[in-house]
């Protein structure tokens, strides 16, 4: 099962597309469980988004992994 460390690390792949479909489906039963990690990564489509729109020809460079870890650390829980 998928903790909430693991959601940080995958979210890039999830949000591409490039997961396999067995970890899309786990990390997938972690959202529906953990409310916490449905808002991160809420927060995280939305911010991809708004880089995109504003800065389209940065946005290869824009470190989603950094802005990812850093969006998670704002939400602070432990299960
Ligand atoms: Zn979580």
New binding site residues.
């Given amino acids: 099962m998928y903790q909430?460390k693991d959601?940080a690390d995958e979210v890039n792949s999830y949000i591409d597309g490039a997961l396999p479909l067995t970890k899309r489906i786990g990390l997938f039963f972690?959202l529906l469980i953990?409310s916490?990690?449905r808002n991160y990564l809420q927060q995280i489509r939305t911010t991809i988004s708004v880089i995109t729109v504003s800065h389209p020809k940065e946005h290869d460079n824009t470190d989603t992994k950094a802005l990812a870890q850093h969006l998670h650390d704002l939400c602070k829980h432990d299960h």
């Fill in positions: 909430c959601i972690h953990c916490c990690c």
